[in-house]
């Protein structure tokens, strides 16, 4: 599941390569992935909008168009973004000859014919210094990274007026895309709480958050309402920092931990950014590559694999619902 860093990720590469492009029209293959306007009207008001920013709040990516709108992403479980260069074609075949396979799978995403897919880089990366396309730039040779697989499940196909195409894929189908009104944005992401990257987040303020609260501190992280952005991942990582048990009281917590509650959801977010996401099956960023935080995580999914401060085996237990990793000796279960 994406959580902020690997939508901060996937931001960070849109705003290189989408700032100034146009939406010429939207192709949606499964109508429930339009969470707003009624599909007819987000139809009728996305095209021909021109893409102003890239933004992220949250675990929502945010784009604004021109007429004062905005475009909210958020991917859920498997949802991703994936930019074509011109030349891809979209095969709707399946929707006629098999209904049953269509409203899994999508649309054929085809390759250009004579493309060139075993090259093992993309050709095609705008860089932070050329955030927009240049004039006269070769846009139409294949970017080769994307796998077949990548190119499944294709739930929603943005046009660009330029050519390319920006596929949303979402095996799951639970990510949602909606068009809201600019000035209508605090209800388009549904009460989100504080950014933990932002200069409003502070210790003081995860205290007083923290202090009403007497579910577990993993439900609570967990919580969007609370800190918008962290999921299962990046919780597990900066309890495992603050060396706090996932079960503690969140209102237990003394004001040395939640400082270096704090300090470890800077870190583990920051990191996470740094090496481009973190992957473990469905999450590819823009160009179709995984991200490599998987590489960096010390408790998530290291179930009985030795702890790196101490050797301890790392444990799983689940928390409201949800897989919970952590070290029994460093995060000791000693206040409930
Ligand atoms: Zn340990």
Redesign the pocket.
């Known amino acids: 599941m994406p959580e902020l860093p690997e939508v901060e990720h996937t931001a960070r590469q849109l705003r290189d390569a989408i700032i100034g492009a146009t939406i010429h029209e939207t192709l949606v293959f499964w109508e429930r992935t339009i969470g707003h306007p009624e599909l007819p009207d987000f139809l009728a008001e996305i095209a021909d909008r021109d893409i102003l920013n890239v933004r992220r709040r949250g675990k929502f990516l945010i784009l604004d168009l021109s007429g004062e709108l905005i475009l909210t992403i958020h991917r859920r479980m498997t949802g991703n973004l994936l930019l074509l260069p011109p030349g891809w074609e979209i095969d709707t075949s399946l929707k006629t000859s098999d209904p049953f396979t269509w409203n899994i799978k999508g649309p054929f995403i085809q390759t250009p014919v004579g493309a060139d897919l075993s090259r093992p880089s993309p050709i095609y990366r705008p860089s932070p210094t050329t955030p927009n396309i240049p004039v006269g730039a070769d846009l139409s040779r294949p970017s080769p990274i994307y796998r077949p697989s990548d190119l499944l499940y294709c739930r929603v196909c943005f046009n660009l007026a330029d050519g390319r195409r920006l596929l949303y894929t979402d095996p799951r189908k639970f990510g949602r895309i909606e068009l809201w009104p600019r000035e209508r944005e605090q209800e388009a992401l549904k009460n989100l709480g504080t950014e933990p990257l932002s200069e409003d987040f502070t210790p003081e303020i995860l205290a007083k958050s923290l202090s009403g609260r007497k579910s577990p501190i993993k439900q609570v992280l967990l919580n969007q309402e609370v800190i918008a952005g962290l999921g299962n991942i990046y919780a597990d990582e900066a309890l495992y920092y603050a060396s706090i048990h996932p079960l503690r009281r969140a209102n237990s917590l003394t004001p040395a931990e939640v400082q270096l509650l704090h300090e470890g959801i800077i870190s583990v977010l920051t990191l996470g950014i740094e090496h481009g996401g973190t992957s473990f099956s469905e999450y590819r960023d823009l160009w179709g590559e995984a991200g490599d935080n998987y590489n960096h995580v010390r408790v998530y999914h290291q179930e009985g694999k030795p702890?790196q401060?101490?050797g301890?085996p790392i444990e799983r237990i689940v928390v409201a619902q949800r897989s919970t990793h952590f070290?029994p000796?460093?995060q000791k279960l000693t206040l409930v």
Do not use: I, P
Request: hydrophobic residues 0%; aromatic residues 0%; charged residues 30%.
């Open positions: 702890c401060r101490c301890t070290c000796k460093c």
